[in-house]
């Protein structure tokens, strides 16, 4: 029996819609199977581009170039560092100069036509033994001239000499020895020179000798001496003398006069500087 022909149009149909399906079906997968590919090559492509790294380290390059900008060249360290070693350098220049001018002041002295101050001597210590200027080779001296009935200005001479002399021993012991010559040698003996001395200071060094070889120590130091000759026992007269301290260095050179302008501390100072600047051995 012969299909009608409305059967055969609705199998047409039926035919076509599956058609469609499969076409439609078809399609939308390649679709999608080809999305995916396009999408990894367009990341790959803004990979190679603009990589994440390269942003986040220009951005780091941005942070640091501010930081930069806001502390300068120098940071607080090189700052200090910079303080401290114009500090030192202040400090060495001044040291310097002032090193160099005692070191003229000593070589001054020294000069062709210059007074010599200081010389050989032999006199008499206040223990009664023989005392010349070899035994104060080897050290700094402190020198001064005074005398035993003086009312006034040897006391607080005397006492201003102990101040320095234990100042500087602080510092630099045993780079000084002080000595006490009289200009009066008639009533300063040995004996009294040692009881005088020794109510001022242990450590001092008391020197007498005859009229004549206390006469000539007192024109190698350039010390007015006015004390009459022949003197008669109980005899009353006037010694005159010079007020200074000289301070002579371990040769036997005159170095420096420390006068009353001087206070026991600024003369302690001159006297420990000095010593501090001497490059031979001292003497112990």
Same mark, same amino acid.
């Given at each position: 029996?012969?299909?009608?022909?409305?059967?055969?149009?609705?199998?047409?149909?039926?035919?076509?819609?599956? =058609?469609?399906?499969?076409? #439609?079906?078809?399609? @939308?997968?390649? $679709?999608?199977?080809? !999305?995916?590919?396009?999408?990894?090559?367009?990341?790959?492509?803004?990979?190679?581009? =603009?990589?994440?790294?390269?942003? !986040?380290? /220009?951005?780091?390059?941005?942070?640091?170039?501010?930081?930069?900008?806001?502390?300068?060249?120098?940071?607080?360290?090189?700052?200090? #560092?910079?303080?401290?070693?114009? %500090?030192?350098? +202040?400090?060495?220049?001044?040291?310097?100069? =002032? !090193?160099?001018?005692?070191?003229?002041?000593? &070589?001054?002295?020294?000069?062709?036509? !210059?007074? /010599? +101050?200081?010389?050989?001597?032999?006199? %008499?210590?206040?223990?009664?033994?023989?005392? @010349?200027?070899?035994?104060?080779?080897?050290?700094?001296? #402190?020198?001064?001239?005074?005398?035993?009935?003086?009312?006034?200005?040897?006391?607080? &001479?005397?006492?201003?000499?102990?101040?320095?002399?234990?100042? %500087?021993?602080? /510092?630099?012991?045993?780079?000084?020895?002080?000595?006490?010559? $009289?200009?009066?040698?008639?009533?300063?003996?040995? /004996?009294?020179?040692?009881?005088?001395?020794?109510?001022?200071?242990?450590?001092?060094?008391?020197?007498?000798?005859?009229?004549?070889?206390?006469? &000539?120590?007192?024109?190698?130091?350039?010390?007015?001496?006015?004390?009459?000759?022949?003197? *008669?026992?109980? =005899?009353?007269?006037? +010694?005159?003398?010079?007020?200074?301290?000289?301070?002579?260095?371990? &040769?036997?050179?005159?170095?420096?006069?420390?006068?009353?302008?001087?206070?026991?501390?600024?003369?302690? *100072?001159?006297?420990?500087?000095?010593?501090?600047?001497?490059?031979?051995? #001292?003497?112990?």
């Amino acid at each position: 029996m012969a299909p009608s022909s409305s059967l055969l149009r609705s199998f047409a149909q039926t035919q076509s819609r599956r =058609q469609c399906r499969r076409f #439609l079906s078809t399609t @939308s997968t390649s $679709t999608l199977s080809r !999305r995916p590919a396009a999408t990894l090559s367009q990341q790959c492509l803004r990979s190679k581009h =603009q990589p994440p790294e390269q942003r !986040r380290y /220009k951005s780091q390059s941005v942070e640091e170039a501010k930081s930069r900008y806001r502390t300068g060249p120098f940071s607080w360290k090189a700052g200090l #560092l910079f303080i401290v070693a114009g %500090v030192g350098l +202040v400090y060495y220049f001044e040291y310097e100069k =002032q !090193r160099m001018q005692r070191k003229r002041i000593a &070589e001054a002295t020294k000069g062709v036509g !210059r007074p /010599k +101050v200081g010389g050989n001597f032999e006199l %008499v210590d206040q223990e009664g033994r023989p005392f @010349s200027s070899a035994d104060l080779r080897g050290k700094y001296s #402190l020198v001064y001239f005074g005398f035993t009935h003086c009312p006034d200005i040897c006391p607080e &001479e005397l006492d201003k000499m102990a101040t320095m002399y234990d100042l %500087v021993e602080a /510092k630099h012991p045993g780079s000084v020895v002080p000595i006490f010559i $009289t200009c009066d040698p008639a009533r300063d003996t040995p /004996k009294v020179l040692k009881e005088y001395l020794a109510e001022f200071h242990p450590g001092f060094v008391g020197l007498t000798g005859t009229y004549e070889q206390i006469k &000539e120590v007192c024109k190698l130091y350039r010390v007015y001496f006015s004390t009459p000759r022949n003197v *008669k026992p109980g =005899q009353d007269y006037l +010694v005159d003398h010079s007020i200074y301290f000289y301070l002579m260095d371990p &040769e036997g050179d005159f170095v420096e006069a420390l006068g009353r302008q001087h206070s026991p501390e600024q003369a302690a *100072k001159v006297i420990w500087e000095h010593t501090k600047d001497w490059k031979g051995q #001292l003497k112990k």
